[in-house]
Protein backbone atom coordinates (compact mmCIF):
# COMPACT_ATOMS: atom_id res chain seq x y z
CA UNK A 1 0.00 0.00 0.00
CA UNK A 2 1.28 3.52 -0.68
CA UNK A 3 1.80 6.17 1.16
CA UNK A 4 -0.96 8.88 0.35
CA UNK A 5 1.24 11.85 1.53
CA UNK A 6 4.04 10.84 -0.43
CA UNK A 7 1.62 11.06 -3.95
CA UNK A 8 0.21 14.21 -2.66
CA UNK A 9 4.14 16.19 -2.19
CA UNK A 10 4.73 14.19 -6.19
CA UNK A 11 1.56 16.09 -7.69
CA UNK A 12 1.73 19.08 -5.68
CA UNK A 13 5.76 19.81 -6.34
CA UNK A 14 5.45 19.03 -9.80
CA UNK A 15 1.83 21.58 -10.34
CA UNK A 16 4.20 23.84 -7.83
CA UNK A 17 6.78 24.36 -10.07
CA UNK A 18 4.81 24.56 -13.19
CA UNK A 19 2.92 27.55 -12.03
CA UNK A 20 5.53 29.28 -10.89
CA UNK A 21 7.67 28.87 -14.00
CA UNK A 22 4.67 29.70 -15.96
CA UNK A 23 4.03 32.67 -14.08
CA UNK A 24 7.30 33.61 -14.75
CA UNK A 25 7.42 32.98 -18.41
CA UNK A 26 3.80 34.72 -19.29
CA UNK A 27 5.46 37.27 -17.23
CA UNK A 28 8.12 37.79 -19.47
CA UNK A 29 6.29 37.49 -22.68
CA UNK A 30 3.68 39.54 -22.02
CA UNK A 31 6.14 42.16 -21.07
CA UNK A 32 7.15 41.82 -24.73
CA UNK A 33 4.86 41.18 -27.06
CA UNK A 34 1.47 42.27 -25.34
CA UNK A 35 0.40 46.07 -25.33
CA UNK A 36 1.87 48.22 -22.40
CA UNK A 37 -2.41 49.04 -22.23
CA UNK A 38 -3.53 46.06 -20.28
CA UNK A 39 -0.58 45.50 -18.14
CA UNK A 40 -2.86 45.58 -15.04
CA UNK A 41 -4.41 42.23 -16.32
CA UNK A 42 -1.65 40.27 -17.11
CA UNK A 43 -0.15 40.98 -13.90
CA UNK A 44 -2.87 39.99 -11.68
CA UNK A 45 -2.49 36.92 -14.24
CA UNK A 46 0.91 36.32 -13.28
CA UNK A 47 0.98 37.21 -9.36
CA UNK A 48 -1.87 34.49 -9.15
CA UNK A 49 -0.30 32.07 -10.96
CA UNK A 50 2.88 32.55 -9.18
CA UNK A 51 1.25 33.00 -5.63
CA UNK A 52 -0.86 29.76 -6.20
CA UNK A 53 2.53 27.68 -7.22
CA UNK A 54 3.89 28.94 -3.69
CA UNK A 55 0.90 27.78 -2.11
CA UNK A 56 1.16 24.31 -3.70
CA UNK A 57 4.88 23.74 -2.68
CA UNK A 58 4.88 24.92 0.63
CA UNK A 59 2.19 22.31 1.17
CA UNK A 60 4.26 19.64 -0.92
CA UNK A 61 6.81 20.44 1.89
CA UNK A 62 4.34 19.38 4.68
CA UNK A 63 3.16 16.15 2.83
CA UNK A 64 6.73 15.35 2.61
CA UNK A 65 7.65 15.71 6.09
CA UNK A 66 4.30 13.41 6.96
CA UNK A 67 5.28 11.23 4.57
CA UNK A 68 8.70 10.60 6.22
CA UNK A 69 6.71 10.66 9.85
CA UNK A 70 4.87 7.50 8.72
CA UNK A 71 7.77 6.14 7.16
CA UNK A 72 9.93 5.85 9.99
CA UNK A 73 6.81 4.98 12.55
CA UNK A 74 6.57 1.84 10.21
CA UNK A 75 10.31 1.57 10.74
CA UNK A 76 10.39 1.51 14.42
CA UNK A 77 7.05 -0.44 14.75
CA UNK A 78 8.87 -3.03 12.70
CA UNK A 79 11.47 -3.29 14.31
CA UNK A 80 10.28 -3.52 17.57
Same mark, same amino acid.
Not at 36 to 44: M, P
Not at 63 to 70: A, E, G, H, M
Given at each position: ? %??????????? &?? =? /???? $?? %? /????????????????? !? =?? /?? *??? $? %?? &?? /? *??? =????? $?? #? !? #??? *??? #? @? #???? @???
Amino acid at each position: M %GNYHFEKWLYK &TA =L /GFLL $VG %G /GIFFMYYSLSHFMRDDW !V =LY /GL *ICS $V %GI &TI /G *IYL =LSSAA $VN #K !V #KSD *IIK #K @Q #KIKQ @QSS
